[in-house]
Every structure is written in structure tokens, then in C-alpha cells.
């Protein structure tokens, strides 16, 4: 069968790799065309366009680039609909996925999956209207959406399990570098390590990252070490960094985590590999306006946290430094409390294994390409 996917980000990349994969184990005559990235292009394929290409955060980026976004739109829909595929899966990445949806839902009878749902329980949940609309079949990975879908709006979806904890199982099961070897490799001390988790878009960097070095540069006795995200250079990095000693290394974000004493992180599927890695965190999420985002959060948010640790906790497990609560003192004050304080550290690892339950084995891309595959055959 032909299948088409469409992700906008580096983490969308990374799951539907699997996805991919895990399809070809169920399909052997499976043929890709994609919107993605690399790693997806290392599975097999035709890719399209680049998600480098897609992806923009923020008001004014994508009102900069409406005219690049919507040439993108136009497209990928032309695409579809010339390559006529036996379905369209989305990954994540809503504002761009739900309107080629709607696109593929008017003007085909192609089926349309929904792999890694949107979060629309967070905000947006008028969008349930779009997705009953125009998703044939939704495959969530987040244990609690279940009954968000089916128990709130009475739209019946697939819990597959949650591809990180795949990822995080297979690299633990494979890794064996040794702590001295980790060091050496990189060119770092014997020091304790501070990871910095900074998010993997520009503006994220931007706002993230000084608050972030200016705060963790307060502990000598320990080295801060910087994962570089895919695609950012070192050259943009090296803008906010200044006088700052920090290291950063490339394509090593989870060899960095299992070698770090604690870690800054950002918002999103990062906290999740930090918890799984079993490394405490303090979540850092700076917004420009702080003070407004934070009357948003409390009166237009529909969660009480913004991290996939707590979310999946269903209870404050990490500390989420966000809007006008992420300040260079907050952010001392609970990496002191992080690194120094045994029993906050243990009560956070007893948390991160009562989250790690909730999820469920892995298995996630299998289960998942098995449930696609089964339904496409059954509806012919």
C-alpha cells in the first residue's frame, strides 16, 4: 500500500521513522511519500518537502511567512492528490495537519490517520469538531486522552503506548559507552554534568537558553553541557551563549542525559525522555510576556500542567518554571534543591516510575502500523 505522512518538527521525524519501519514489518510492499526529515528519508521513500521547511512558532514568524506556509499547504494537498495513496497519516503538528484534513476529507475518499493526536485537551478543544470531521482514525499515545475523546466528546481512538518509551528502552539496551569514555569524547572535565535542554525551534533557544546558563553558571562544581538540536548551528547558539562556559554537543542528547546529574529542559516531548532516563529536571518555559501567559494559563488552559511528566502523573512530579514564574533565581533555587536535596531527588525518580507505569510497555510503532495496516485491509 502507498502511504503518505506529514510531520512538522524533529519530533515528528523521529516517530514516524518508527512508524515507518514498524509499517514495512506489516507491509512489505509499503511505499512512503512524506513531508519529514531525515531520519524518515533513512527508512525509504520520496520526501517532499523538508519539515525545516514547515516549521514556524509564533505569532510574528508565521505572519512573516504566511505566503511560504500556505505555498507549502497548496503543495502538499496537490501532492496527495496526484499520488492518490492508500491513506494520509499526520503526526502531530495541528495548525498544518488539520487543514490538510479538512483538504483530503472534501475533495477525496482517502482515509485520513491521525498518529500522536492533537493536544487539543490543553486549548483549542473546539478543534474536536474538525477532527470527528475530517479523521478517519485517530492513534494516541498519552494514556489520559482516552478518556478526554471518548469519555468527554464520544470519539472512539486507539491508545497504542508511547513511542519515547521505545526509543529511551532500545538506546538503554544498546549504550555502553562508559562515563569516562563519554567525557574524554567530548572534551569535558571530571565534573558532575548540568544538561541544557533549550528546545529544538530558534525562538524557543532565544527565550530559553540565557535564563537557563545564567542560572545553572552558579554551581562551579558542576559543567553545564548544551544538546544542540537538529538543524540549529553552533553559530546560532553561540549568539546567546557569550561569556558563559558551556559545552555543546551535537547528537547526543540522550547519551548527555544518561551521563547528567540533573537537567534544565523545556516543555514538550524532552521532559518525557529526561524522566524516562530517569534524570531530575526542573522545567524551564520563558515566555515574552510572561505575566499575560500566565492569567492565560490559569483561565483559558484546560490542564493544570504544561509538562507530559506531570500530565501523564496526573500530579506535580517536576517543577514547571513557566511564564512569569521562570526567573534566574527560580530556576537557582530548584536546581539547588535538584542537586543537594537526596529526598526531593528520590520523591521525583518515585515519580517519574509511577508515570513510566502509566504509559505501559513498549511496542507502540508496532501496535500501531499493526492497527493501520489491519484497518485499511478491513475497509478495502
Same mark, same amino acid.
Given at each position: 500500500?502507498?502511504?503518505?505522512?506529514?510531520?512538522?518538527?524533529?519530533?515528528?521525524?523521529?516517530?514516524?521513522?518508527?512508524?515507518?519501519?514498524?509499517?514495512?514489518?506489516?507491509?512489505?510492499?509499503?511505499?512512503?511519500?512524506?513531508?519529514?526529515?531525515?531520519?524518515?528519508?533513512?527508512?525509504?521513500?520520496?520526501?517532499?518537502?523538508?519539515?525545516?521547511?514547515?516549521?514556524?512558532?509564533?505569532?510574528?514568524?508565521?505572519?512573516?511567512?504566511?505566503?511560504?506556509?500556505?505555498?507549502?499547504?497548496?503543495?502538499?494537498?496537490?501532492?496527495?492528490?496526484?499520488?492518490?495513496?492508500?491513506?494520509?497519516?499526520?503526526?502531530?503538528?495541528?495548525?498544518?495537519?488539520?487543514?490538510?484534513?479538512?483538504?483530503?476529507?472534501?475533495?477525496?475518499?482517502?482515509?485520513?490517520?491521525?498518529?500522536?493526536?492533537?493536544?487539543?485537551?490543553?486549548?483549542?478543544?473546539?478543534?474536536?469538531?474538525?477532527?470527528?470531521?475530517?479523521?478517519?482514525?485517530?492513534?494516541?499515545?498519552?494514556?489520559?486522552?482516552?478518556?478526554?475523546?471518548?469519555?468527554?466528546?464520544?470519539?472512539?481512538?486507539?491508545?497504542?503506548?508511547?513511542?519515547?518509551?521505545?526509543?529511551?528502552?532500545?538506546?538503554?539496551? =544498546?549504550?555502553?559507552?562508559?562515563?569516562?569514555? +563519554?567525557? $574524554?569524547?567530548?572534551? %569535558?572535565?571530571?565534573?558532575?554534568?548540568? *544538561? &541544557?535542554?533549550?528546545?529544538?525551534?530558534?525562538?524557543?533557544?532565544?527565550?530559553?537558553?540565557?535564563?537557563?546558563?545564567?542560572?545553572?553558571?552558579?554551581?562551579p562544581e558542576y559543567q553545564l553541557v548544551l544538546a544542540g538540536a537538529p538543524g540549529i548551528s553552533p553559530d546560532y547558539y553561540a549568539q546567546y551563549? =557569550?561569556?558563559?562556559?558551556?559545552?555543546?554537543? +551535537?547528537? $547526543?542528547?540522550?547519551? %548527555?542525559?544518561?551521563?547528567?546529574?540533573? *537537567? &534544565?529542559?523545556?516543555?514538550?516531548?524532552?521532559?518525557?525522555?529526561?524522566?524516562?532516563?530517569?534524570?531530575?529536571?526542573?522545567?524551564?518555559?520563558?515566555?515574552?510576556?510572561?505575566?499575560?501567559?500566565?492569567?492565560?494559563?490559569?483561565?483559558?488552559?484546560?490542564?493544570?500542567?504544561?509538562?507530559?511528566?506531570?500530565?501523564?502523573?496526573?500530579?506535580?512530579?517536576?517543577k514547571e518554571l513557566v511564564a512569569d514564574l521562570m526567573t534566574v533565581d527560580q530556576i537557582r533555587e530548584e536546581l539547588h534543591r535538584i542537586l543537594?536535596?537526596?529526598?526531593?531527588?528520590?520523591?521525583?525518580?518515585?515519580?517519574?516510575?509511577?508515570?513510566?507505569?502509566?504509559?505501559?510497555?513498549?511496542?507502540?510503532?508496532?501496535?500501531?502500523?499493526?492497527?493501520?495496516?489491519?484497518?485499511?485491509?478491513?475497509?478495502?
Amino acid at each position: 500500500m502507498k502511504y503518505y505522512l506529514i510531520v512538522g518538527e524533529a519530533s515528528g521525524d523521529l516517530h514516524a521513522s518508527h512508524l515507518m519501519a514498524a509499517l514495512k514489518q506489516e507491509d512489505a510492499q509499503a511505499e512512503f511519500r512524506f513531508f519529514g526529515g531525515d531520519l524518515m528519508s533513512a527508512v525509504g521513500g520520496t520526501r517532499v518537502k523538508h519539515y525545516r521547511e514547515l516549521a514556524y512558532m509564533g505569532f510574528i514568524p508565521v505572519l512573516m511567512h504566511l505566503r511560504t506556509i500556505f505555498a507549502n499547504m497548496k503543495r502538499c494537498k496537490d501532492d496527495i492528490v496526484a499520488w492518490q495513496p492508500d491513506v494520509v497519516i499526520l503526526v502531530d503538528y495541528p495548525g498544518f495537519n488539520l487543514n490538510i484534513a479538512k483538504f483530503v476529507r472534501a475533495h477525496t475518499h482517502i482515509p485520513v490517520y491521525y498518529y500522536i493526536s492533537p493536544k487539543i485537551w490543553a486549548w483549542k478543544e473546539y478543534r474536536i469538531k474538525n477532527i470527528k470531521r475530517d479523521v478517519d482514525e485517530l492513534f494516541s499515545i498519552l494514556p489520559f486522552e482516552v478518556d478526554f475523546f471518548e469519555g468527554k466528546h464520544q470519539y472512539p481512538i486507539h491508545y497504542v503506548g508511547n513511542p519515547t518509551v521505545d526509543e529511551v528502552s532500545s538506546f538503554c539496551k =544498546g549504550y555502553t559507552e562508559s562515563h569516562e569514555a +563519554f567525557l $574524554q569524547k567530548n572534551g %569535558l572535565d571530571a565534573r558532575p554534568i548540568i *544538561a &541544557l535542554l533549550a528546545g529544538s525551534r530558534r525562538q524557543e533557544i532565544k527565550d530559553n537558553l540565557p535564563d537557563m546558563l545564567r542560572a545553572a553558571s552558579d554551581f562551579p562544581e558542576y559543567q553545564l553541557v548544551l544538546a544542540g538540536a537538529p538543524g540549529i548551528s553552533p553559530d546560532y547558539y553561540a549568539q546567546y551563549i =557569550g561569556g558563559e562556559k558551556v559545552k555543546v554537543i +551535537f547528537n $547526543q542528547t540522550y547519551p %548527555l542525559l544518561r551521563h547528567a546529574q540533573a *537537567a &534544565l529542559v523545556t516543555s514538550g516531548t524532552a521532559t518525557l525522555e529526561t524522566a524516562l532516563l530517569r534524570v531530575p529536571q526542573a522545567v524551564c518555559y520563558h515566555t515574552p510576556i510572561g505575566k499575560v501567559i500566565a492569567f492565560l494559563k490559569r483561565h483559558v488552559l484546560k490542564v493544570p500542567y504544561i509538562s507530559l511528566v506531570n500530565l501523564i502523573a496526573n500530579r506535580e512530579v517536576v517543577k514547571e518554571l513557566v511564564a512569569d514564574l521562570m526567573t534566574v533565581d527560580q530556576i537557582r533555587e530548584e536546581l539547588h534543591r535538584i542537586l543537594y536535596d537526596e529526598t526531593y531527588r528520590n520523591q521525583m525518580l518515585a515519580g517519574y516510575d509511577y508515570m513510566a507505569s502509566r504509559l505501559g510497555e513498549p511496542g507502540a510503532p508496532a501496535r500501531a502500523a499493526h492497527l493501520m495496516v489491519k484497518l485499511l485491509k478491513q475497509k478495502g
